[in-house]
């Protein structure tokens, strides 16, 4: 099995301050450390485990559903998961994140929405995957 676990969800705030207060309010999250992303946005967790990841700083969707950003979830084994996506033809992007070397790696559903393979760093994927430039 590829996915592990539930990682996060993002979701794209009008107002940051009032969404953090409203999750922090309704579901007792509380706010933790968040890597400097290059824009506006906050970490929730449950324990320590972030679980919502709050943007803000971006073009809210005209339709209220596209709320929901992308979905992650905890991964092992990087190379048999390219190996599924190239043989389906499916385009991805694979990127290591640069203060937790985490691997991440984006690709949509066949219905377009965004998901987000989260791998350790002692993963190994080939090189020629990885695309810096995102």
């Known amino acids: 099995m590829a996915a592990i676990g539930m990682n996060h969800f993002t979701v794209i ?13 309704i579901l007792n999250l509380e706010v933790g450390f968040r890597p ?23 073009e809210f969707p005209k339709e209220p559903e596209g709320v ?3 979905m992650a979830f905890t991964s ?23 203060q937790t070397n ?4 984006f ?9 987000e393979l989260d791998f350790p760093a002692t993963e190994k994927p080939p090189t020629n995957n990885v695309n810096d430039n995102d």
């Open 68 to 70: 929901l950003d992308h």
């Open 102 to 105: 985490t691997w991440q790696l």
């Open 13 to 25: 705030a009008k107002d940051l301050d009032q969404t953090v207060e409203f999750y922090r309010e």
């Open 107 to 115: 690709f949509k559903d066949p219905n377009g929405a965004k998901v």
């Open 76 to 98: 092992e084994n990087i190379n048999r998961i390219l190996t599924k996506l190239k043989a389906q033809e499916i385009n991805f992007s694979l990127k290591r994140q640069p």
């Open 36 to 58: 400097d992303l290059g824009s506006p946005g906050a970490w929730l967790y449950i324990g320590e485990n972030a679980v919502l990841h709050i943007l803000s700083g971006k």
